[in-house]
């Protein structure tokens, strides 16, 4: 290194780094040494309905910076929010997640995920091989239209509330409360838990 003519002088190839850069830096470090817990809820109407859960487990699994710690039962779920018997049903499952990704890479991977599965949009409610949501990121809250957090309707519905809370009875959605609570205050008809159908949590 050439030393400075003038010892003691500020070095001018050191740029200041702007507060906000610091700030992003900070934070993901601190996500990378200290994984933030989500809880995803997967959904499918169309195709092999199981496979295509299994195969959203395993592809979550698979990502790095995402270890799947819990896989809930599988229920049979009438579709929720469209004309009664104008779709299939749904099966539905929830899982919950260790990651490092940060919110908005975790939204990335559910929905390449989905894509890989063959998820095709068209209205809103529509028909599909996978639906993968988040549900809650750690405790997580925003109103930001590409990542509400936690989702927005996750609370009024009884396919996330039922498998979540059969895998951690002591959950709670931020700002709405313990999940045992709201799913005592919504209906379960039409909500079937399937005995026969299990999905594997991978190695
Ligand atoms: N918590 C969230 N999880 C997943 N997508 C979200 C979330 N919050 C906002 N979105 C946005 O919602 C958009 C539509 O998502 P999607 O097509 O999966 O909706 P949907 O499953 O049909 O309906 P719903 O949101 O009621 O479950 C996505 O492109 C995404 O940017
Ligand atoms: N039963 C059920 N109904 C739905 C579901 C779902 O996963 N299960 N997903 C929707 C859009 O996310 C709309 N309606």
């Not at 929010?81 to 099966?91: D, H």
């Not at 809103?124 to 309707?153: F, K, M, N, Q």
């Amino acid at each position: 290194m050439t030393p400075s003519r003038f010892p003691g002088a500020p070095d001018p190839t050191v740029q200041p780094v702007p507060v906000s850069v610091v700030e992003a830096v900070d934070a993901a470090d601190s996500t990378l040494s200290n994984p933030r817990k989500a809880v995803l809820s997967l959904g499918s109407n169309l195709g092999n309905r199981v496979e295509n859960l299994q195969g959203a487990v395993d592809a979550l699994e698979d990502t790095p910076g995402i270890r799947v710690k819990a896989v809930s039962p599988v229920y049979r779920t009438e579709p929720w929010g469209v004309e009664p018997g104008s779709q299939p049903a749904y099966l539905n499952a929830v899982v919950v997640l260790r990651t490092t990704l940060p919110p908005s890479a975790l939204l990335e991977r559910a929905q390449a995920v989905e894509e890989a599965f063959h998820r095709t949009r068209s209205e809103r409610w529509a028909a599909r091989t996978l639906d993968v949501d988040i549900v809650t990121y750690e405790g997580r809250v925003s109103d930001d239209p590409v990542l509400t957090l936690p989702h927005p309707r996750a609370h009024e519905r009884a396919f996330v509330l039922a498998p979540w809370l059969d895998i951690d009875e002591a959950a709670e959605i931020p700002g709405r409360g313990p999940v045992a609570d709201l799913l005592a205050a919504t209906t379960l008809e039409g909500v079937e838990r399937r005995e026969d159908v299990e999905l594997r949590l991978p190695e």
